[in-house]
């Protein structure tokens, strides 16, 4: 024998539900920050490496300042689509940004934890 289940309009004004709504609401925003939260760190590692790395080959190959242009054109080049922010002008950036602080090894590790201004009253606002 097959039970039917009827749906039934849900009374908004039920506490179970308004309790549930308000910790769905609660689990939205909060993931919400830590996807942003993660995205920045990511992002900041990923700018920290790129300024990393261009210091050390100009250092280890003798390499000049139109090694930063040459590998702008390059990466819009071979990442068609997926480059924004590699300009020659931000990969200067990157490169000042790491030259600034590799002396404080553990001021990465705090940047990266910044939400960067990822309050819950702007997340998801359209």
């Not at 539900?17 to 993931?31: E, H, W």
């Not at 300042?65 to 068609?80: A, M, P, W």
Request: charged share 20%.
């Amino acid at each position: 024998m097959t039970k039917k289940f009827e749906l039934t309009e849900l009374n908004i004004e039920n506490k179970h539900y308004s309790a549930f709504l308000k910790a769905a609401q609660s689990k939205i925003i909060s993931t919400r920050i830590s996807i942003a939260k993660a995205a920045c760190k990511a992002q900041i590692e990923l700018y920290w490496w790129f300024g990393e790395q261009i210091v050390k080959a100009q250092e280890q190959h003798g390499w000049g300042k139109s090694v930063v242009e040459q590998l702008s054109l390059d990466l819009k080049r071979g990442l068609k689509g997926v480059t924004a922010g590699f300009s020659a002008r931000n990969l200067w950036f990157m490169r000042s940004f790491y030259l600034e602080y590799k002396d404080y090894p553990n001021l990465q590790q705090v940047v990266a934890e910044i939400p960067w201004g990822a309050k819950s009253s702007h997340i998801g606002a359209s």
